[in-house]
């Protein structure tokens, strides 16, 4: 999988579960990002982190959260907060420095049942 | 906020002719801009980038340009074959911070043999 690990591929909600979506990576990257993708919408920034212990929410954080207390696993949880959950979510992780792009993981995709 | 535009959201080209995608930027910081593939059900993958610095950028079949006073790049792919079918998603960030990618809305390109 490229060093960043997605599990699991393949995920169903019922109607106010909380549920947890994993991200591990071994490439020793700083930065990781949760991306959340609808058809026809491009990839939506949830949630990213820099460093260990620090987080900060992108552009639709409403109804996720995460945690980031490993530099190799960045978790994300979305509650029953989040109405309509039903997506293709992409993990990525970053190294340090302008010269680098996202390595993606292989995504899971959620779907509420 | 920032925003990246990309049309079209569908191309459909006849194998051998050429496929251009356009995107447009509106954080005039912006300073690195990658171009992703994403088969079905797959992560997206990086096929080419480009920095600020630049105007243009080739990797055989797959060139990049720049227009920076514009706010404005595209794909451009030659000789196009089956295997090139696939969503592409243009995206752009600043090299300072926490260097996030915004994405374009994607575009489904379909060869026809």
């Known amino acids: 999988d490229g060093g960043i690990t997605q599990s699991p591929k393949y995920l169903f909600r019922k109607e106010g579960q909380n549920v947890t979506l994993s991200c591990e990576q071994n490439?020793?990257?700083?930065?990781m990002y949760w991306y959340r993708q609808d058809p026809g919408q491009g990839l939506r920034l949830i949630y990213y982190?820099?460093?260990?212990?620090?987080?900060q929410k992108g552009d639709i954080a409403e109804g996720y959260s995460v945690s980031r207390e490993k530099k190799e696993s960045f978790p994300l949880t979305v509650t029953s907060a989040q109405k309509n959950p039903t997506a293709f979510y992409l993990c990525?992780?970053?190294?340090?420095?302008?010269?680098?792009?996202?390595?993606f993981g292989s995504g899971t995709r959620l779907t509420v049942v | 906020g920032e925003n990246v535009e990309q049309h079209p959201s569908t191309l459909s080209v006849q194998e051998g002719d050429s496929a251009v995608i356009k995107c447009t930027y509106s954080?005039?910081?912006?300073?690195?801009f990658p171009w992703y593939k994403q088969e079905l059900g797959k992560r997206p993958q990086l096929i080419i980038d480009?920095?600020?610095?630049?105007g243009e950028k080739k990797d055989q079949r797959i060139a990049v340009t720049l227009n920076k006073t514009a706010k404005h790049f595209s794909l451009h792919i030659t000789e196009t074959q089956p295997e090139d079918s696939a969503v592409y998603f243009c995206?752009?960030?600043?090299?300072?911070?926490?260097?996030?990618?915004?994405f374009g809305q994607g575009t489904r390109l379909t060869i026809n043999p």
């Open positions: 990525a992780s970053k190294d340090r420095g302008p010269n680098y792009g996202y390595t």
């Open positions: 480009i920095r600020s610095n630049v």
């Open positions: 995206a752009a960030r600043r090299d300072q911070g926490a260097q996030k990618l915004v």
């Open positions: 954080d005039s910081a912006s300073n690195y």
């Open positions: 490439l020793n990257h700083d930065a």
């Open positions: 982190s820099q460093i260990v212990n620090d987080f």
